[in-house]
């Protein structure tokens, strides 16, 4: 259904430097780096279909995160997504809505880990057993 998911960032590099390691331990590579004519920076994470891109506002405010918008990453385990929190936390993240670990609802009993980047967009690592 989706094409790509794209966050702001007043920082590219910082950015950067977070999502090279939280998006590598899923299988995404190194980034395409894009700079557009009016000059803002760009970076393009691909891997298994889908695109996640990270990009300095393009006109030139500043970034903020959605209020209510969480991004959801897929992984592998539970145990993936206790290392994707681990790993986004000691990378600037900051862990929000408890410690990983199973939640039952609507959707039956997921096994998820909130963060938060360094500039404040909330992201999700959820496994669904299957």
């Known amino acids: 259904m989706l094409s790509h998911v794209m966050v702001g ?30 000059g803002q920076t760009r970076l393009f994470y691909r891997h298994d279909g889908s695109t996640f891109a990270v990009t300095e506002p393009l ?17 592998n385990s539970p ?25 039952t609802g609507p959707m039956g009993t997921l096994y998820l880990g909130y963060v938060r980047d360094p500039d404040g967009n909330k992201l999700c690592a959820l496994h669904r057993p299957a």
Request: charged content about 20%; hydrophobic content about 35%.
């Open 9 to 38: 960032t007043n920082d590219i590099e910082r950015a950067k430097r977070f999502y090279d390691a939280v998006l590598g331990l899923l299988g995404a590579g190194e980034p395409a780096r894009n700079q557009n004519a009016s």
């Open 59 to 75: 006109d030139g405010q500043e970034a903020v995160p959605a209020n209510g918008g969480t991004i959801g990453f897929k992984c």
């Open 79 to 103: 145990e993936q997504v206790q290392e994707f929190h681990d790993v986004a936390v000691a990378h600037g993240g900051t862990s929000v809505e408890g410690a990983p670990g199973p939640r």
